[in-house]
């Protein structure tokens, strides 16, 4: 699990985990928080650019909005897959 400003390209550090989850062979989904911050059109695009970047698929990236509590259900979820593996 990373978590990622949505408002931000991920950084070289977010980069290098990524990358060193996926050559452990480690199931990677990164929760994007601040999604209150942006339009609707505007999460859409930085989402795509985070998966760009970090070279996983879009629906490895979970939208949150913290303040709403959107989103926090999957996040849970994810991570209790995760454990039941």
Same mark, same amino acid.
């Given at each position: 699990i990373i978590v990622l400003d949505a408002r931000r390209v991920?950084?070289? @550090?977010? +980069?290098?985990?990524?990358?060193y989850g996926?050559? =452990?062979?480690? %199931? +990677?989904f990164a929760v994007c928080t601040k999604i209150d911050k942006l339009s609707r059109s505007q999460m859409l695009q930085n989402l795509k650019k985070i =998966? %760009?970047?970090?070279? *996983?698929?879009e629906? %490895?990236? +979970?939208?949150v909005n913290s303040e709403k509590k959107q989103g926090l259900e999957v996040v849970w979820e994810? *991570? @209790?897959q995760l454990i039941a593996q």
């Open positions: 991920p950084s070289n @550090d977010d +980069i290098q985990m990524v990358e996926k050559e =452990s062979h480690l %199931a +990677i =998966s %760009a970047t970090l070279g *996983i698929q629906n %490895a990236l +979970i939208p994810k *991570i @209790d």
